[in-house]
């Protein structure tokens, strides 16, 4: 996955990259997730532009009145035309549907990209936590923001 590589491909290192890209986004998973969706998982909101994935993302609820953002990624090449926002108003707009009226998101500390993004739609860090996927010796930490929607 491009977006994933271009968001950590410089502060991870590329058998961590590998396990969460394995562990994510294999072919089976998206798949299942595609044919599958409920209030848990809402399903992937995916922007095209003709036959070229140009940005997907998608949450759920993680109880009655709290939504989660659990992925959004963008081509690296198409970034900054507001096509992240569109994909994360869907998401909301889900969620709201469902009755959430927070919402959380976990980026990861040193995330460039995902921080600003984040923060600019009203997102407020909340605490640090340790990353998942994080094996002996590797200490990723995971931020942990929320916004009122």
Not at 16 to 27: A, K
């Amino acid at each position: 996955m491009d977006g994933y590589w271009a968001t950590y491909g410089s502060s991870h290192p590329e058998g961590y990259i590998h396990r969460i890209v394995d562990e994510f986004y294999n072919t089976n998973r998206i798949l299942k997730e595609v044919k599958e969706t409920n209030r848990y998982w809402g399903g992937y909101f995916v922007a095209i532009d003709g036959d070229k994935v140009l940005g997907a993302g998608g949450g759920g609820m993680i109880d009655k009145a709290t939504g989660e953002v659990y992925v959004l990624y963008m081509d690296p090449d198409r970034k900054n035309e507001g096509i992240g926002t569109q994909i994360l108003n869907a998401i909301t707009a889900q969620q709201k549907s469902f009755g959430a009226m927070k919402q959380w998101v976990s980026v990861q500390k040193g995330n460039t990209m995902g921080i600003p993004f984040y923060e600019a739609k009203g997102f407020t860090f909340q605490y640090e936590k340790r990353g998942y996927g994080n094996e002996e010796g590797e200490n990723f930490i995971s931020l942990r923001y929320c916004r009122f929607i």
